[in-house]
C-alpha cells in the first residue's frame, strides 16, 4: 500500500477560518469588561470662576462727610458740619457675590459751629464687599441695580488742626498734638448702577468708628464717627465676567462619551475573545508522517447511463467509463465495483435481472479495453429491484462503488 503524507497542519488552517465549527465552538473564551457609569452630583449647583485678569475696577467719587466728635459749642450743643470729601478706590471681584477694594478718601472736617474747629483727614480703608443682590436673585451680568454691604477696617490721618487746642501731648509732655493717627472700623453700603458693561454710577454711605482721639481732643464718648456720603462712577476693567459651570448640566454629554466609550469596550472586548480563541488553536501541531489509510474513494457520481432495453455504452457515455479508467490507473491498489440497474417501469422483473447484468459486463469491459486489470474490476447486478432514483428513466444505469 503506498504510504502517503497528509499535512495535519492543513486541517489547523481550515479550523482556524471556520469559525462555526464544532472545535472552534468549543473554546469559550470570557472577557470581562468594564463598564463606565456616571453618578448624578449630589448638589446639581453652577460654579463660577474667572481669570486673575477680569473684574477688577477703579472708582472716583465725590461727597460729603461728617464727623461726630466731642467738641461742643459754647452752650454745650454739639454741631456737625458737612464737609467736601473725594475718593479713589481699586479693588476686584472675586466671585459675582464677593469683592474686596482699597478705598482712599481726602477732605476737610469740621466739627464744630461757625467752623473753628476744622482739620485735615485723609484715609485708606480695606473694604470686603458683598453683593446682596446677586446672592439673592441670582447672577445676571445685565442687572442694572444692585446693593452692596461693605465692611472694613483702615488708616486715617488727621491734621492741621485749628480751633480748640488739643489736650493730647506729646510723649515728654511739651507739645501739644497736632496730628493724629487712628484706625477706623467702617460699614456701609454702596447702590450701584449699571450703566454699561464698562461703566457702572454708584452711591454709598460709610460709617468709620474711631478712638476718641480721632478729633484731636479726648473727652466724653469714647467712641467718635465720620460719615461719609459719595458718588461717582466705577470703571470695570475688561468688563465683568464670570463663567458658570454646573455639572448637572454635563451630565447627557459626558453619559453620551460613556456609553462610546463602553461600545469601544465591548468591541475590544468581542475581538480580544475571538483573538483568545483563535491562540487557543495555536501552536499548530507539528507535521507527522503517518500510513495513510486507504480513503482513495471513486470519482464521485461517476455513472454511464443506457438507452431502454440496451446495454450498449453510447458515444457520449464512453467519456465517463475512460474517466474511471484513468483514474483507477492512477490509483493502482483500488478495486472498483460495477453495479448494474434496470428501470422498472419497463420489462419483467428477471428481463431487468439480465439487462442489468449485461450493462454492468460491458462497462466492465470497457474499463479493461482502457487497460485495467480484469482482477480489479467486479460486477454487480441489480436488476430493478432496487432503484438508486426517483426518476425511472435515470435508473437504466451503471453506478462505479469500492467494495
Ligand atoms: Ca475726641
Known amino acids: ?114 467752623g473753628h474747629d476744622k482739620a485735615q483727614m485723609a484715609s485708606a480703608n480695606a473694604d470686603l464687599m458683598w453683593d446682596m443682590t446677586t446672592s439673592c436673585c441670582g447672577v445676571n451680568p445685565d442687572r442694572v441695580f444692585s446693593f452692596i454691604p461693605f465692611v472694613g477696617v483702615g488708616g486715617t490721618f488727621t491734621w492741621d488742626f485749628k480751633g480748640v487746642k488739643s489736650n493730647i501731648y506729646n510723649g515728654d509732655l511739651t507739645h501739644r498734638k497736632n496730628n493724629q493717627w487712628t484706625l477706623p472700623v467702617s460699614v456701609g453700603f454702596q447702590l450701584r448702577f449699571r450703566l454699561c458693561k464698562y461703566v457702572d454710577f454708584f452711591a454709598e ?101 443506457f438507452k431502454i432495453n440496451s446495454a450498449k455504452i453510447s458515444d457520449e457515455e464512453m467519456v465517463n467509463v475512460y474517466n474511471v479508467a484513468e483514474w483507477m490507473k492512477a490509483n493502482p491498489d483500488v478495486t472498483v465495483t460495477v453495479d448494474g440497474y434496470a428501470d422498472e417501469d419497463t420489462g419483467t422483473a428477471a428481463y431487468n435481472q439480465e439487462l442489468s447484468a449485461r450493462r454492468a459486463q460491458a462497462v466492465k469491459d470497457a474499463l479493461v479495453g482502457y487497460g485495467v486489470s480484469a482482477d480489479r474490476l467486479n460486477t454487480k447486478a441489480y436488476g430493478s429491484a432496487t432503484q438508486p432514483y426517483n426518476e425511472n428513466n435515470w435508473n437504466r444505469i451503471v453506478i462505479f462503488s469500492q467494495p
Open 1 to 114: 500500500m503506498k504510504t502517503n503524507f497528509y499535512l495535519t497542519a492543513t486541517a489547523c488552517v481550515g479550523m482556524f477560518f471556520a469559525a462555526n465549527s464544532a472545535q472552534a465552538q468549543e473554546q469559550v473564551v470570557v472577557v470581562e469588561q468594564e463598564t463606565i457609569a456616571i453618578e448624578q452630583p449630589v448638589e446639581c449647583k453652577t460654579h463660577y470662576s474667572s481669570s486673575w485678569r477680569d473684574n477688577w475696577f477703579i472708582q472716583l467719587g465725590a461727597g460729603a462727610q461728617v464727623p461726630f466728635v466731642d467738641i461742643t459749642s459754647e452752650n454745650g450743643e454739639k454741631h456737625h458740619k458737612a464737609s467736601a470729601v473725594y475718593n479713589v478706590g481699586f479693588g476686584h471681584w472675586f466671585s459675582p457675590y464677593l469683592g474686596f477694594r482699597i478705598s482712599g478718601l481726602y477732605g476737610k472736617m469740621r466739627y464744630n459751629f461757625v
Open 205 to 305: 454711605a460709610r460709617a468709620q468708628f474711631y478712638a476718641d482721639n480721632f478729633n484731636n481732643y479726648v473727652q466724653g464718648d469714647p467712641i467718635e464717627a465720620n460719615i461719609t456720603a459719595i458718588g461717582g462712577l466705577s470703571f470695570n476693567i475688561g468688563g465683568r465676567k464670570f463663567t458658570g459651570y454646573n455639572p448637572c448640566e454635563y451630565l447627557g454629554y459626558v453619559n453620551q462619551l460613556n456609553n462610546q466609550v463602553n461600545d469601544l469596550r465591548a468591541e475590544v472586548a468581542s475581538t480580544a475573545a475571538a483573538l483568545a480563541a483563535a491562540n487557543a488553536q495555536l501552536p499548530c501541531p507539528e507535521v507527522k508522517e503517518t500510513n495513510a489509510v486507504a480513503t482513495v474513494q471513486t470519482p464521485m457520481l461517476a455513472s454511464v447511463r
